[in-house]
């Protein structure tokens, strides 16, 4: 593993005008890998970045593993997980989420974006805000989102890729399991970069793909089955993870940064 080198990853479907958008905003310089990973049709345009294209679906946790080992195969330390409908707002981001999984010792963030109460853009509501350094400052939120994650490579020795059983809560599995292994930060209390709304948005004219009101409702059985299978897998409902209080978030999290953190 070449220390401090960061990778990229893209997951993009049938998207091409956002992921032009996001491609766009990058700060390729400051990126020493970047693959994306395009689970729909072919693109018409040709784009300066490793391209694995699926020739079927593969959902999202497949997509995602197939970027996180092109990365750590590449020797990545620092691997950035981006949906194609974000945009990046400022070119120090990567190097900013660095320094806060340093300082505090997590390997896991995720950006809040439209996650449940989390406050609008620029007015966001943390359950706890915590001062590591004078330019360190990290929030912590009751709900993730998955539209862009920072994961150091050694998080994914100990926890493992993503569970391609799961279509929908993957995202929510992978938090757990970090979070069980001691590399996240506490379940309901999710990391993000204080004022990361001045790095990264969402493209304001992308429209959700998540198809939640298909007539036929096969999407909403389809998440049954996927939380049955959570139950399966970790003998518990999403709903009846412990939420611990917030001195025994601010604790555990001190004690982390005391052991792991800079």
């Known amino acids: 593993m070449e220390k401090n ?4 990853g893209i997951i ?3 998207s091409e005008d956002y992921f032009k958008n996001l491609y766009e905003s990058l700060p390729l310089a400051k990126i020493n890998e970047l693959v994306v990973i395009n689970g729909g049709n072919h693109y018409k345009e040709n784009y300066a970045c490793h391209w694995i294209q699926h020739n079927t ?3 999202p946790a497949i997509c995602r593993n197939d970027a996180i080992n092109f990365l750590i195969n590449r020797g990545c ?3 950035f997980l981006i949906e194609d409908d974000m945009i990046i707002k400022d070119p120090s981001i990567f190097e900013k989420y660095i320094k806060a999984s340093e300082a505090s010792g997590l390997k896991y963030f995720s950006y809040v974006s439209t996650s449940w109460e989390s406050g609008e853009p620029g007015n966001r509501t943390p359950r706890l805000t915590i001062e590591y350094t004078p330019e360190v400052s990290i929030s912590f939120y009751k709900n993730m989102c998955n539209e862009f994650t920072y994961h150091h490579y050694t998080a994914f020795e100990d926890t493992g890729l993503y569970d391609t059983q799961f279509r929908d809560p993957f995202d929510i599995d992978m938090a757990y399991r970090e979070s069980q292994q001691g590399h996240a930060a506490p379940f309901w ?3 993000d970069i204080t004022g990361s709304d001045e790095l990264i948005c969402n493209n304001p004219i992308a429209v959700s793909r998540l198809q939640a009101d298909r007539p036929d409702g096969s999407r ?3 998440i049954e089955e996927q939380w ?3 139950v399966a897998k970790h003998g518990t409902f999403v709903s009846q993870i412990t939420d611990i209080s917030k001195d025994q978030a601010l604790q555990q999290l001190i004690m982390r940064g005391k052991n792991y953190g800079k």
């Open 189 to 191: 209390w999710f990391a």
């Open 77 to 79: 330390e620092h691997i």
């Open 5 to 8: 080198k960061i990778g990229v």
């Open 57 to 59: 679906n593969c959902y």
């Open 220 to 222: 909403a059985q389809r």
């Open 12 to 14: 993009t479907y049938n």
């Open 228 to 230: 049955k299978l959570f």
